[in-house]
């Protein structure tokens, strides 16, 4: 019986797997992914290092969100359309990680160390600028370095997502996708249940520099097992292209068809109710009411971090759940509950939510919702875009949203310094998301005109 099952055959494109070695592959991407998933909780302390310095909700909302927008902007369709096309031994995505992570990791460690360079540097060139303040340099590090790792983390997680596509065959897509979801979110309940109020005891170098080797050698070990199969060449002329023409053919093929700006429309306004809420969330726990700002919970770092670990936790077993619904239902009918749930949760907390207890209860509604959202978003893309141009479609829901998002952290930032209370998130989120669910109904109805569950085509 074992034997026979170890010959089932499993393909995407040119590679063909037994079930021993899908699993393989499926261990070493969902390894890494655990381990990205750990690094990518430690940047969570960035508007914390920020406010311990005396920055703004502008500025906050400025470097921990709208920067990673803006670098995706500007990087996402360069990133598709350089992979799609580039081929090498290695395939043509895991050069890019090859060369980014070590960029990456030294960016995470200069971040964990941006306190005593601060110190140092005030003290060598302190006076060179008009007698520069300490906290003030010690906010231009930090946006110093953190452009260095949204830069070199913008490549990771592209082409790490366009991995999925080429190395992972359809019909284990969804299950795949809710181990990655469930194995993300076990990594993030780590980071928060059991490190994150390490920062508060003066251990911030030690959370960044742990964070940043762990994922380095995942990333090595992903390069050196997961193999890539072959590719037709890339279409005649790509290399010769100007970029004024690139430009133009990128624009032509992603952003004249409804069915595709539907997708982008959908997920620009999800992502500008997330990046805002995740962005605020922590201060709006840990802040006391009554230090000029209202609706605040007053939690300690810790507390935070034990309830952020816990709702991550219970998103899990939901996660793992959802990969083989998402295989026989669809991902997108999937997604059209996610944002229903989303939607409803947010509602609720703005009238619900009058203490730890109660702010605990209500993210676990908002966790498990979100579980189901985030699964099947995910999932969609590889049913829905062109296979042999995946990596550029997937660069323009990016670019697309985070258009969107770029603005996003920085006018909620400055409306939370205008009302001065943090229950304003609550329906900046809500609004976002009711405008995100009417567009994938739409979006849903298209697909089915387009031949949905039996007859579908990504349209070219």
Same mark, same amino acid.
Request: charged share 15%; glycine share 10%.
């Given at each position: 019986m074992n034997d026979e099952l170890n010959r089932q055959l499993y393909r995407v494109g040119t590679l063909t797997y037994t079930r021993k070695a899908i699993l393989m592959v499926l261990f070493w991407m969902l390894w890494a992914?655990?381990?990205?998933?750990?690094?990518?909780?430690?940047?969570?302390?960035?508007?914390?290092?920020?406010?311990?310095?005396? /920055?703004?909700?502008?500025?906050?909302?400025?470097?921990?969100?709208?920067?990673?927008?803006?670098?995706?902007?500007?990087?996402?369709?360069?990133?598709?359309?350089?992979?799609? =096309?580039?081929?090498?031994?290695?395939? =043509?995505? =895991?050069?890019?990680?090859?060369?980014?992570?070590?960029?990456?990791?030294?960016?995470?460690?200069?971040?964990?160390?941006?306190?005593?360079?601060?110190?140092?540097?005030?003290?060598?060139?302190?006076?060179?600028?008009?007698?520069?303040?300490?906290?003030?340099?010690?906010?231009?590090?930090?946006?110093?370095?953190?452009?260095?790792?949204?830069?070199?983390?913008?490549?990771?997680?592209?082409?790490?997502?366009?991995?999925?596509?080429?190395?992972?065959?359809?019909?284990?897509?969804?299950?795949?996708?809710?181990?990655?979801?469930?194995?993300?979110?076990?990594?993030?309940?780590?980071?928060?249940?059991?490190?994150?109020?390490?920062?508060?005891?003066?251990?911030?170098? /030690?959370?960044?520099?742990?964070?940043?080797?762990?994922?380095? /050698?995942?990333?090595?070990?992903?390069?050196?097992?997961?193999?890539?199969?072959?590719?037709?060449?890339?279409?005649?002329?790509?290399?010769?292209?100007?970029?004024?023409?690139?430009?133009?053919?990128?624009?032509?093929?992603?952003?004249?068809?409804?069915?595709?700006?539907?997708?982008?429309?959908?997920a620009m306004f999800y992502w500008t109710a997330w990046v805002s809420f995740n962005t605020f969330v922590i201060i709006y726990a840990t802040r006391a009411t009554g230090s000029g700002y209202s609706g605040c919970l007053g939690m300690s770092l810790d507390n935070f971090g034990k309830v952020k670990g816990w709702t991550l936790l219970l998103q899990v077993p939901i996660f793992f759940l959802i990969g083989p619904l998402m295989d026989r239902f669809h991902p997108l009918r999937i997604l059209l509950a996610g944002l229903i749930g989303i939607l409803a949760v947010y509602v609720v907390g703005m009238f619900a939510i009058s203490g730890t207890s109660t702010f605990f209860w209500w993210w676990v509604a908002n966790a498990a919702a979100t579980a189901v959202f985030s699964a099947a978003y995910l999932a969609i893309f590889p049913r829905l875009l062109p296979q042999a141009k995946f990596g550029q479609y997937f660069s323009a829901n990016q670019i697309f949203f985070s258009c969107g998002v770029v603005l996003a952290p920085i006018l909620c930032g400055a409306l939370l310094d205008q009302v001065k209370n943090y229950n304003v998130l609550f329906i900046w989120a809500a609004f976002f998301t009711a405008l995100s669910l009417l567009v994938a109904l739409s979006l849903y109805r298209h697909w089915k005109r387009l031949g949905g569950d039996s007859g579908y085509v990504a349209p070219v």
């Open positions: 992914d655990l381990c990205l998933s750990i690094m990518e909780s430690v940047p969570a302390l960035i508007p914390l290092q920020l406010k311990w310095l005396g /920055a703004s909700d502008k500025i906050v909302g400025l470097l921990s969100g709208s920067l990673s927008a803006i670098l995706s902007v500007m990087l996402c369709p360069i990133i598709g359309m350089q992979s799609d =096309r580039h081929r090498s031994p290695l395939g =043509r995505r =895991r050069p890019f990680l090859l060369w980014a992570t070590p960029c990456l990791v030294l960016s995470l460690i200069l971040l964990g160390f941006s306190g005593p360079l601060t110190t140092y540097l005030h003290r060598l060139v302190g006076d060179w600028f008009g007698g520069i303040s300490a906290d003030l340099l010690g906010i231009a590090l930090i946006g110093v370095f953190a452009f260095s790792f949204y830069f070199f983390n913008t490549y990771i997680i592209q082409i790490y997502q366009y991995l999925f596509a080429d190395v992972i065959p359809q019909e284990v897509m969804g299950k795949f996708v809710g181990l990655y979801r469930g194995i993300g979110a076990l990594g993030g309940f780590i980071f928060n249940r059991w490190l994150l109020g390490l920062a508060e005891q003066g251990y911030t170098w /030690a959370l960044y520099g742990g964070s940043a080797l762990l994922y380095g /050698a995942a990333f090595m070990l992903l390069v050196w097992r997961v193999k890539e199969g072959d590719y037709p060449p890339p279409e005649t002329g790509a290399h010769t292209q100007r970029l004024p023409e690139l430009i133009r053919q990128y624009c032509r093929e992603c952003f004249v068809k409804p069915f595709y700006l539907k997708i982008y429309i959908m």
